[in-house]
């Protein structure tokens, strides 16, 4: 945890699950499943900073085969989940450990039916992000992990981060549920752009500074990320929401504002949170599903209401 930019507090325990098994320490790299999300939303922002995209754009205009019922869902509306698209469970027949082309998983996509007109409801949808990240590749004719290590992780020092199923990386967690290993979410096809990214928490804090300070993204791209553009009433661990932005969650606790995303892939569950009225952020990563995420979340929130004691 993070307060007026000083390190106030910082954690690591456990095993890595892997083999050989290693204790877990400060560099020991995550999935952080759909905090990945944030780098996806930070790849389209840069398009459109370049006059290459437009969040008004159209998705069928940049993906061919789209079907027609997606003719009203725009980049915008997949950003902050009013496209109307599924999310995950409502695609039994994908398994989100097993390889499929590409191919096969948009035509997985193109078969589903809206749960709503687009941009009427918030309906979080994970492959709204997966169909972004395509759009990414597109425009940019680049392929989608190559773009954000080019034009994110290198340009803001993010040296442990990457994009995919890290084969051959050093220092990964492995996946687990109650200290027992469980089959990891592939990456690099069925998640890309929804839960893709692995990080650390050094990492992460530097990336939330990056953000803050305005050195990846214009002014308007950043405040169209912090903008609440569909109002979300429901609870996620115990906190209220307010609404949803470009990858980010916005929401009050004891009258202090906070935004933040979590994840939840198989064996990896993550929160990447910051106070900005109380100069303080955190972040908790942790390769077991078995973890009580949001009871750790609301202490470290506690620890910085209290002014960092």
């Not at 929401?241 to 004891?254: C, I, K, Q």
Request: charged share 15%; net charge negative.
């Amino acid at each position: 945890m993070q307060r007026g930019g000083e390190v106030v507090f910082q954690y690591a325990g456990g095993t890595t699950g892997g083999q050989p098994e290693a204790p877990i320490d400060v560099g020991t790299r995550f999935q952080i499943a759909s905090v990945s999300k944030q780098f996806t939303a930070a790849a389209v922002l840069l398009l459109v900073d370049g006059g290459l995209l437009s969040v008004d754009d159209h998705l069928v205009g940049h993906l061919e085969g789209s079907p027609s019922i997606w003719e009203g869902i725009t980049v915008h509306q997949l950003l902050c989940h009013t496209a109307g698209l599924v999310h995950w469970p409502q695609l039994p027949e994908l398994d989100l450990t097993a390889h499929v082309p590409a191919d096969e998983e948009l035509e997985l996509f193109r078969r589903a039916p809206l749960l709503s007109i687009p941009g009427t409801e918030y309906a979080y949808s994970s492959p709204g992000y997966v169909l972004l990240a395509h759009i990414v590749e597109r425009v940019s004719d680049t392929p989608y992990r190559e773009f954000l290590s080019d034009e994110i992780f290198s340009p803001l020092g993010l040296r442990s981060t990457f994009a995919g199923n890290g084969v051959g990386q050093a220092g990964l967690a492995s996946p687990l549920h109650l200290g027992e290993p469980v089959a990891s979410f592939e990456l690099d096809i069925v998640g890309m752009g929804a839960g893709d990214v692995w990080s650390t928490i050094d990492d992460l804090a530097a990336w939330d500074a990056a953000l803050e300070a305005g050195r990846l993204l214009s002014d308007e791209s950043r405040r169209q990320m912090f903008t609440v553009h569909t109002h979300v009433t429901e609870e996620l661990g115990g906190v209220t929401l307010e609404g949803y932005g470009y990858a980010w969650y916005m929401a009050d606790v004891a009258g202090h504002s906070i935004v933040f995303h979590t994840g939840g892939n198989a064996g990896f569950q993550s929160i990447n949170a910051t106070m900005p009225d109380d100069d303080a952020r955190f972040i908790v990563l942790t390769n077991d599903t078995s973890t009580d995420l949001f009871t750790t979340a609301l202490s470290l929130i506690a620890v910085a209401l209290d002014g960092g004691g």
